[in-house]
T-cell receptor
Framework: GAVVSQHPSRVICKSGTSVKIECRSL??????MFWYRQFPKQSLMLMAT?????????EQGVEKDKFLINHASLTLSTLTVTSAHPEDSSFYIC????????????FGPGTRLTVL | QKEVEQDPGPLSVPEGAIVSLNCTYS??????FMWYRQYSRKGPELLMY????GNKEDGRFTAQVDKSSKYISLFIRDSQPSDSATYLC?????????FGAGTRLTVKP
């Protein structure tokens, strides 16, 4: 149980385009999902907390107009990288917290974004 | 000072060795302590979850939490090449979770 999927697993796009990444909890409901960014050989950097039915909470320094998050249902959150640039190239990972458990985050497999 | 400190390694051990991974932290409000394993280019996988101080064992893995010293450990017995991965410690107050930088472990056959 507690499986989280992400789609796509890898995406390559041209500078200036927008990319949408989906995060789904497959066998549980999650009122809260998190979006992380990870650079090579570095730890996870929390970008935002996504709550179903409400606006996401962004960490300091993360541009909310750049990284649009939508948590439309208890099993789906999306991250859209708008007008992507090469510096946005990274590994993006989502996690979900099963209801009503707290503090146990289950991670998706990640999405590698490369912006040319 | 970072809230969570973890030696990034790399750590290389022979197969069968006992591995000790550690994290220290500064926020005494942390109550929940986790260890995640992350293989290259994959998402982290929850290995161990501990609430407050004490030990927890699961197969070859033992997690220890010492809240008085603000120190947590993960021990891996009889390490295997398949244990080669990056191990991330994580801790939470109940509202906020923080991750260590991760320790890259290689177990050589």
């Amino acid at each position: 149980g507690a499986v989280v999927s992400q789609h796509p697993s890898r995406v390559i796009c041209k500078s200036g385009t927008s990319v949408k990444i989906e995060c789904r909890s497959l066998d549980f409901q999650a009122t809260t999902m998190f979006w992380y960014r990870q650079f090579p050989k570095q730890s996870l950097m929390l970008m935002a907390t996504s709550n179903e039915g409400s606006k996401a909470t962004y960490e300091q320094g993360v541009e909310k107009d750049k990284f649009l998050i939508n948590h439309a249902s208890l099993t789906l959150s999306t991250l859209t990288v708008t007008s992507a640039h090469p510096e946005d190239s990274s590994f993006y990972i989502c996690s979900a917290v099963p209801v009503p458990r707290i503090n146990e985050q289950f991670f998706g497999p990640g999405t590698r974004l490369t912006v040319l | 000072q970072k809230e969570v400190e973890q030696d990034p390694g790399p750590l290389s051990v022979p197969e069968g060795a006992i591995v000790s991974l550690n994290c220290t932290y500064s926020n005494s409000a942390f109550q929940y302590f986790m260890w995640y394993r992350q293989y290259s280019r994959k998402g982290p996988e929850l290995l161990m979850y501990t609430y407050s101080s004490g030990n927890k064992e699961d197969g070859r893995f033992t997690a220890q939490v010492d809240k008085s010293s603000k120190y947590i450990s993960l021990f891996i017995r009889d390490s295997q090449p398949s244990d080669s991965a990056t191990y991330l410690c994580a801790m939470s107050t109940g509202n906020d979770m923080r991750f260590g930088a991760g320790t890259r472990l290689t177990v050589k056959p």
